[in-house]
């Protein structure tokens, strides 16, 4: 380009001698010139912008894929999904949506600059809007796809638009053929040839790292697990158990526990055998998951015969009113050899002990229960009983 603007500068000059100087053509030639060369400084200035805008991106970009795969759960995660989107398009609209397959819907998580049609958590069905036919085709699609479409599909597409939401370019999230959810992009200011390709790109790297974060929770859960009753382990209980009294201490609210074991849990493995023996630990901790508050309380394998529940949020006589409904589940249970117990059933016993009444921390909390059990196992056993403040221990 630089060498045809001086060729056409070195013509102009020879043109000018062959011609005896005309000044009204060496001005329009002069102009000529200066206008070629503003048009060549132009380009050079844009190429230039360019090259700087790419250095930026792909300095940029090495650390945001290194945050989403060191995220430590799907929502902190998304932020990051964003930020990548918007690197590349600088775009007016930035929807994330997750898949809800079981209900053939997607779900809201993260979002820029939508209308306030989408409030936070909306939900669209399959099938409706470009974000559902996506959903639907698992196919990355852009504005010259959706016209592509046929009559009756692009009817469809029309007659469920979502008011205000600008999906130009919208890509399925997809690992192994599972469908985890949409992203969508409306307005970009940084617009080329590649869109379709960046944003697939984009969103197949959100699906390994959701995928990533998946697999890493369920090796966390594995570890904190105890293997026989698939219950919590004690383990996790050291770890669960003070950042749940944190919250309670920060938000000036209770938390309460009971420590539990079978009542005469030697004699039934003495008269039955051990292997009858690890069946009712299964059973009791099934039981007692299925009866304790769901996606709130934490069952825990304490040790040999022993379990741990805590109750996060609730007051003493919340957790006692629970515990009671846990001791009967017990008792009925139809289990194998029952009669053969002193008691005529399987049983257990329990003490009940709250934040901040009976200790300040996790090791004077379960203190106190523990004496509870203690009483309740010296009073007969099959009961429950609540902290007593003569061993309050802070």
Not at 23 to 35: F, P
Not at 57 to 73: E, Y
Not at 94 to 122: C, D, H
Request: charge should be neutral.
């Amino acid at each position: 380009m630089i060498g045809a603007v001086g060729g056409l500068l070195l013509a102009a000059a020879a043109f000018e001698l062959r011609n005896g100087g005309s000044s009204r053509v060496r001005e329009k030639e002069r102009v000529e010139a200066h206008r070629a060369l503003a048009w060549l400084g132009r380009q050079l200035q844009a190429v230039e912008d360019r090259s700087k805008e790419q250095s930026e991106m792909f300095q940029t970009l090495p650390d945001l894929v290194r945050q989403m795969f060191s995220a430590t759960g799907k929502r902190p995660m998304y932020p990051v999904v964003v930020k990548l989107v918007d690197l590349f398009f600088r775009p007016a609209q930035i929807a994330i949506f997750v898949a809800v397959p079981s209900e053939r819907k997607l779900r809201l998580v993260e979002g820029v600059g939508l209308p306030e049609t989408l409030g936070k958590s909306a939900v669209l069905e399959y099938g409706q809007g470009r974000l559902g036919h996506v959903a639907e085709c698992r196919m990355t699609m852009d504005e010259a796809d959706f016209q592509n479409v046929t009559t009756i599909t692009r009817l469809q597409l029309e007659a469920s638009v979502i008011p205000g939401l600008r999906a130009d370019v919208v890509a399925p999230i997809v690992y192994d053929e599972e469908l985890l959810g949409v992203i969508s992009v409306g307005g970009a200011a940084a617009r080329n040839d590649y869109e379709k390709r960046l944003l697939k790109m984009v969103a197949d790297l959100t699906a390994s790292a959701l995928v990533h974060v998946r697999q890493l929770k369920s090796s966390q859960e594995m570890a904190n697990m105890d293997g026989l009753t698939e219950t919590y382990n004690k383990r996790y209980l050291q770890s669960r158990i003070n950042e749940d009294l944190k919250k309670a201490e920060a938000a000036n609210g209770a938390l309460s526990l009971m420590i539990l074991d079978i009542d005469h849990f030697k004699h039934y493995n003495d008269t039955n055998g051990h292997i009858e023996g690890d069946e009712v630990l299964k059973r009791i901790g099934a039981i007692l998951k299925a009866a304790s508050r769901d996606d709130t309380d934490v069952v825990v394998r304490y040790g040999g015969e022993e379990f741990v529940i805590l109750f996060p949020g609730a007051s003493k006589a919340i957790a006692l009113r629970q515990a009671e409904h846990i001791r009967h589940a017990v008792e009925t249970h139809p289990f194998k050899h029952a009669a053969r117990q002193p008691l005529g059933a399987v049983t257990i016993s329990g003490g009940v002990a709250s934040f901040p009444e009976d200790g300040k921390n996790s090791v004077a909390v379960l203190r106190a229960a523990d004496q509870a059990l203690y009483e309740a196992k010296a009073a007969g056993r099959n009961r429950i009983i609540t902290a007593s403040a003569t061993y309050v221990v802070t």
